[in-house]
């Protein structure tokens, strides 16, 4: 509807002018990076590995693992995974809230209509002729031009910085519990190997000392064994014998975990290759300290809610002075509906109204202490997370690094321990040694290779925390 009415238009454009003017002003402090001091590299990094090659970080997670079932797994949790889920959900509140609070800095519009029709007593406060009619009809049509809080202390602009925030907040949080969904997945995947290998590992011994146990008690019948070496043997068959039972329940178990991660009942996992045949990459480079804080999903979370916090701050000041609002109105009135749209029926209003705080007995102050305050307190978790994210990586380096080393050693032990063992059998079968030696030699064994499996696991395992540590995994 057009306003043509010249002092209503001349109003509304004295209203527009004065907006423009004053909605340039915004209190409270404008949002700048705290300083954080970057080390030149990652404490572990190695050295053969220039600091600024590009980050493992940069690979989607299908390039970092590279076994198809696990691929699999991860991409079914990704879809059906609860927190996740709960995740995006959060983000869509977030970003509706944006909406709401933005909305806010625009005018309201609307429009109302009314009709209403009374019979009026002829004996009530107001005589009424003989021959009138005592039925009267009102009705009105109008349209609220617009009812508008004028900005200029920037509380609305400083509320929707803090919501925005809050929006990119909960979506770098979203993206962090993708990080660590991916890990987690592919941490109970390894786990499950691991557990695959190591009952594999008992089955095997189990059927060997199995049989050595057979051959004692033939050499006790014959008089040429004793009944140490047949209790000696059979303590190592019920060593075997209760490891099998417990990977299983590990396996089982571990398997459940995966289950829940993918949003499942229970149920068995398939694999697509052994613990022993998972690739790693040739070189983890580590890349800049500097890009882990555009990277790395729980440091910009907590950027957000420092951004947010700042923001709160400005909202917090405007409180301290005048609330102006603009409200008009343009319509029609009358007494009879027919005549309604016609002669000098319209009705405009224009009302600016100021709401000016004189006394809250400290709550104004208490609020912008309290905003402060919670900078303050978003400032140190911002920092502290950056710190965690410097300490996490090096953590991971480390543990790489060393376990990668560890893994070598073992694998030098148990074919060490695998040929003492074939020796100190022979030497046993050719009667030039005792039992106790082979015995010994087959527990040493047993125990070496059940090690090397979990170091070979704690290898993969350190891969998957230090791509999770630099911020890999939520690429999408």
């Known amino acids: 509807m057009m306003i043509r009415h010249p002092e209503m238009k001349k109003r509304a454009s004295v209203a527009a002018a004065l907006i423009l003017l004053l909605s340039g002003c915004m209190l409270g402090p404008d949002y700048r990076r705290p300083a954080v001091t970057t080390p030149d590299a990652f404490r572990g990094a190695s050295a053969a590995i220039p600091p600024d090659k590009q980050s493992i970080a940069e690979l989607k997670w299908f390039e970092v693992f590279q076994d198809e079932q696990l691929q699999e797994l991860i991409r079914t949790a990704l879809q059906q995974n609860y927190d996740l889920r709960d995740a995006v959900a959060r983000v869509d509140a977030a970003r509706a809230n944006l909406g709401i609070t933005q909305a806010?800095?625009?005018?309201?519009?609307?429009?109302?209509?009314?009709?209403?029709?009374?019979?009026?007593?002829?004996?009530?406060?107001?005589?009424?002729?003989?021959?009138?009619?005592?039925?009267?009809?009102?009705?009105?049509?109008?349209?609220?031009l617009f009812t508008f809080e004028i900005d200029i202390w920037g509380r609305?602009?400083?509320?929707?910085?803090?919501?925005?925030?809050?929006l990119?907040?909960?979506?770098?949080?979203?993206?962090?519990?993708?990080?660590?969904?991916?890990?987690?997945?592919?941490?109970?995947?390894?786990?499950?190997?691991?557990?695959?290998?190591?009952?594999?590992?008992?089955k095997n011994t189990l059927a060997t000392r199995a049989e050595s146990l057979r051959l004692i008690r033939l050499q006790l019948q014959g008089g040429v064994g004793t009944l140490l070496d047949v209790r000696q043997g059979e303590q190592l068959v019920y060593t075997a014998a209760v490891s099998i039972p417990d990977a299983e329940r590990q396996i089982e178990q571990t398997e459940n975990q995966i289950s829940f991660l993918l949003g499942r009942n229970p149920e068995s996992i398939s694999r697509s290759h052994l613990l022993t045949e998972q690739q790693t990459p040739?070189?983890?480079?580590?890349?800049?300290?500097?890009?882990?804080?555009?990277?790395?999903?729980?440091?910009?979370?907590?950027?957000?809610?420092?951004?947010?916090?700042?923001a709160i701050i400005g909202v917090a000041k405007a409180a301290y002075f005048p609330q102006i609002?603009?409200?008009?109105?343009?319509?029609?009135?009358?007494?009879?509906?027919a005549n309604l749209f016609s002669g000098s029926r319209r009705i405009w209003s224009f009302i600016p109204q100021i709401t000016q705080p004189i006394f809250e007995g400290g709550r104004i102050t208490s609020g912008v202490e309290l905003a402060e305050a919670?900078?303050?307190?978003?400032?140190?978790?911002?920092?502290?997370a950056v710190q965690a994210g410097f300490r996490d990586v090096s953590d991971a380096l480390v543990q790489y690094q060393r376990v990668k080393e560890i893994r070598a050693q073992r694998e030098l032990l148990v074919t060490a321990l695998q040929d003492r063992k074939r020796l100190a059998y022979l030497r046993y079968r050719g009667g030039?040694?005792?039992?106790?030696?082979?015995?010994?030699?087959?527990?040493?064994?047993?125990?070496?290779?059940?090690?090397?499996?979990?170091?070979?696991?704690?290898?993969?395992?350190?891969?998957?925390?230090?791509?999770?540590?630099?911020?890999?995994?939520?690429?999408?």
Do not use: C, H
């Not at 209509?113 to 009138?132: W, Y």
């Not at 609305?156 to 809050?166: G, H, K, P, Q, V």
């Open 168 to 202: 990119l907040g909960a979506d770098w949080t979203r993206k962090a519990v993708v990080t660590t969904l991916i890990s987690d997945v592919a941490t109970a995947y390894f786990s499950l190997l691991e557990f695959d290998m190591e009952l594999e590992i008992a």
């Open 104 to 144: 806010d800095q625009y005018p309201n519009f609307g429009v109302g209509a009314d009709v209403s029709s009374i019979e009026l007593s002829r004996q009530g406060q107001f005589t009424i002729p003989r021959g009138t009619s005592r039925q009267r009809t009102f009705g009105s049509v109008f349209l609220n």
């Open 282 to 310: 040739p070189e983890v480079p580590a890349g800049l300290p500097s890009k882990l804080l555009e990277r790395r999903p729980d440091i910009q979370a907590a950027e957000q809610n420092l951004v947010a916090a700042n």
């Open 325 to 337: 609002t603009l409200t008009g109105e343009f319509g029609y009135q009358s007494t009879a509906l």
């Open 374 to 384: 919670q900078q303050r307190s978003a400032l140190a978790q911002y920092e502290g």
């Open 432 to 476: 030039v040694d005792t039992m106790l030696n082979a015995l010994q030699a087959d527990q040493d064994l047993f125990v070496a290779e059940v090690s090397l499996a979990q170091t070979r696991r704690d290898e993969l395992l350190s891969l998957v925390q230090l791509y999770k540590a630099l911020g890999g995994g939520w690429q999408e």
């Open 156 to 166: 609305l602009r400083r509320a929707t910085e803090a919501a925005r925030a809050d």
